[in-house]
């Protein structure tokens, strides 16, 4: 199965999991072929397959089969010309061999000087990936000895956007050849190289900030040949996915929860998001848990007094546990009892809470099984006129604003209504037994 990497879109929509399907059941062995074995699909697939993993075949080995060819063909081919053929298709076999064929048509002696024009010409464009790319940004050796300043800059604009990150990410797991061994030195590089990486990221944010792209070139020398050139050696370990990525992720989201939160807790606090998070949180947190984790049930009312007084809701109390928890810190909730967790949730979700701001939008279906929206339903309670007291109940019901006992107005309505069945009926035998003595009393 070739090119298994290459399942995308809808056409391929379940592609790999039936082909883990078939690997699980079939008594055929299945050989399964990929180019990038980093590609986030073969992650599923690799758990299932034994991972064999080729390697680029080295230049000497690729010369060697191509000399026995050349010789068995009658071509006279220089060793150096046969060298430049081979890095100029970046050790591809196949266009090695079509090269010699096309080259060798007219003439079956071939010169260093044209072959390696010929080469120059024909020299094949790959598309690297990142971490291909940042692999090569600290190679050192016969590797990167022949490239110039211009292939070396080249690296940065395979990928322009996840470069620098990996360049960021990695070049600290460097252990760098100019270095050789001496700890001041190596941490003289480090500082070299990241003095060279915050002056990339300065140059990245006039970049997308102005729409200055004539200054990529600048950044590329910057954020990937600077740092390349101090940090050339050998990894120590294996190239890191760029951390940055998750992290503004989860600063972003924290930023929108901590922004709620200052929203509803405005009207009791006085501090913007950020006085919010370092000055009340942490207190909040506290206070919310350690009634429940030292009085489990009986320290539900005074958590939910506290949330009521300051205005939050369910919701914001899972967001400040969430906002309010430092790495390697310990999780106060962890704590908490299971049945004292849903003791407080049953206990709050069968309070009303009265709060200054729009919980959410309750809808309700219309009596006799219509659920479908008319058109005053679309222009709002304001353009339809009331017809009956139960429609001014129903509005006031579907306001969150107001605070409704609903419980305590079904049962009092139910009261009344048996008390008023209770006088008829006692008028209706007093009346009875007047008419049956000739004279009545009520």
């Given at each position: 199965m070739d090119e298994v990497d290459g399942m995308a879109g809808n056409e391929d929509r379940g592609g790999i999991q039936e082909m883990v399907a078939l690997i699980k059941n079939t008594k055929i062995p299945i050989i399964c072929m990929c180019n990038d074995r980093n590609h986030p699909k073969m992650r599923t697939l690799s758990n299932h397959c034994f991972d064999l993993r080729f390697q680029r075949?080295?230049?000497?080995?690729?010369?060697?089969?191509?000399?026995?060819?050349?010789?068995?063909?009658?071509?006279?081919?220089?060793?150096?010309?046969?060298?430049?053929?081979?890095?100029?298709?970046?050790?591809?076999?196949?266009q090695v061999i079509h090269n010699l064929s096309m080259w060798s048509a007219s003439n079956k002696t071939m010169t260093y000087e044209q072959t390696k024009k010929d080469a120059e010409m024909a020299k094949k464009d790959m598309h690297l990936g990142p971490f291909e790319v940042c692999r090569k940004v600290f190679a050192g050796g016969a590797e990167t000895a022949g490239?110039?300043?211009?292939?070396?800059?080249?690296?940065?604009?395979?990928?322009?956007?996840?470069?620098?990150?990996?360049?960021?990410?990695?070049?600290?797991?460097?252990?760098?050849y100019a270095a050789k061994g001496n700890?001041?030195?190596?941490?003289?590089?480090?500082?070299?190289?990241?003095?060279?990486?915050?002056?990339?990221?300065?140059?990245?944010?006039?970049?997308?900030?102005?729409?200055?792209?004539?200054?990529?070139?600048?950044?590329?020398?910057?954020?990937?040949?600077?740092?390349?050139?101090?940090?050339?050696?050998?990894?120590?370990?294996?190239?890191?996915?760029?951390?940055?990525?998750?992290?503004?992720?989860?600063?972003?989201?924290?930023?929108?929860?901590?922004?709620?939160?200052?929203?509803?807790?405005?009207?009791?606090?006085?501090?913007?998001?950020?006085?919010?998070?370092?000055?009340?949180?942490?207190?909040?947190?506290?206070?919310?848990?350690?009634?429940?984790?030292?009085?489990?049930?009986?320290?539900?009312?005074?958590?939910?007094?506290?949330?009521?007084?300051?205005d939050i809701i369910k919701e914001d109390f899972d967001n400040i546990m969430e906002v309010s928890k430092w790495p390697n810190s310990k999780d106060p909730m962890s704590k908490l009892a299971p049945k004292t967790k849903a003791a407080f949730t049953r206990t709050y979700n069968k309070e009303v809470h009265m709060t200054p701001y729009a919980t959410g939008?309750?809808?309700?279906?219309?009596?006799?099984?219509?659920?479908?929206?008319?058109?005053?339903?679309?222009?709002?309670?304001?353009?339809?006129?009331?017809?009956?007291?139960?429609?001014?109940?129903?509005?006031?019901?579907?306001?969150?604003?107001?605070?409704?006992?609903?419980?305590?107005?079904?049962?009092?309505?139910?009261?009344?209504?048996?008390?008023?069945?209770?006088?008829?009926a006692s008028a209706k035998t007093a009346n009875s037994k007047g008419k049956g003595r000739g004279k009545g009393k009520s």
């Open positions: 075949p080295r230049v000497e080995q690729i010369k060697a089969a191509m000399m026995s060819l050349a010789f068995k063909e009658g071509l006279k081919v220089p060793p150096p010309a046969l060298n430049e053929i081979i890095l100029a298709s970046n050790q591809d076999i196949r490239m110039t300043l211009n292939d070396k800059s080249d690296l940065f604009f395979h990928d322009y956007s996840f470069g620098p990150l990996f360049v960021q990410e990695n070049y600290i797991h460097v252990v760098p700890v001041g030195k190596h941490l003289s590089q480090l500082s070299r190289a990241a003095d060279s990486l915050c002056d990339g990221d300065l140059v990245d944010k006039c970049v997308r900030t102005g729409q200055q792209w004539g200054l990529l070139p600048t950044q590329a020398i910057y954020a990937s040949v600077i740092p390349g050139e101090h940090m050339r050696g050998g990894m120590s370990q294996m190239i890191q996915f760029p951390q940055w990525l998750g992290k503004n992720s989860s600063t972003g989201k924290h930023d929108r929860i901590l922004q709620e939160l200052q929203t509803h807790m405005r009207l009791n606090v006085s501090c913007d998001k950020r006085g919010l998070n370092m000055d009340y949180l942490p207190f909040m947190r506290t206070s919310l848990t350690n009634p429940l984790i030292e009085n489990d049930a009986e320290g539900v009312p005074d958590v939910i007094k506290l949330m009521d007084d300051y939008v309750v809808m309700k279906k219309k009596r006799g099984g219509g659920a479908a929206a008319t058109e005053d339903d679309m222009y709002g309670e304001e353009d339809r006129a009331p017809s009956s007291s139960d429609e001014e109940g129903e509005k006031i019901d579907l306001d969150t604003m107001i605070k409704i006992k609903k419980k305590e107005n079904k049962d009092a309505a139910k009261k009344k209504t048996a008390e008023k069945k209770t006088k008829a």
